[in-house]
Nanobody
Framework: QVQLVESGGGLVQPGGSLRLSCAAS????????MGWYRQAPGKQRELVAF???????NYADSVKGRFTISRDNAKKMVYLQMNSLKPEDTAVYYC??????WGQGTQVTVSS
């Protein structure tokens, strides 16, 4: 079993920054792929970024150059640093493990 708990969401003005954190517990290993997804109202859940156990990283085109995913295997933590936020980044952000397990999500709202 795997449990994922996200934190760090909130309300931020356009151009601002937020750092999301995901705390993992259970059968999570450093070799597992971890990722962040988001779902805006009325839209399908979409991939934001993922990082493999070997450190390979993939970003959605819409966030390249603005978002950075990282992980701390010793702490079983995954992070998403979000800079230059735009209103279209508003969504519930979900942590994912092994392309299988999901957290409960954290709301990110970008608005003036």
């Amino acid at each position: 079993q795997v449990q994922l708990v996200e934190s760090g969401g909130g309300l931020v003005q356009p151009g601002g920054s937020l750092r999301l954190s995901c705390a993992a517990s259970g059968s999570i290993f450093s070799a597992d792929t971890m990722g962040w997804y988001r779902q805006a109202p009325g839209k399908q859940r979409e991939l934001v970024a993922f990082i493999t156990g070997g450190g390979s990283i993939n970003y959605a085109d819409s966030v390249k150059g603005r978002f950075t995913i990282s992980r701390d295997n010793a702490k079983k933590m995954v992070y998403l640093q979000m800079n230059s936020l735009k209103p279209e980044d508003t969504a519930v952000y979900y942590c994912n493990a092994q392309f299988t397990y999901w957290g409960q999500g954290t709301q990110v709202t970008v608005s003036s």
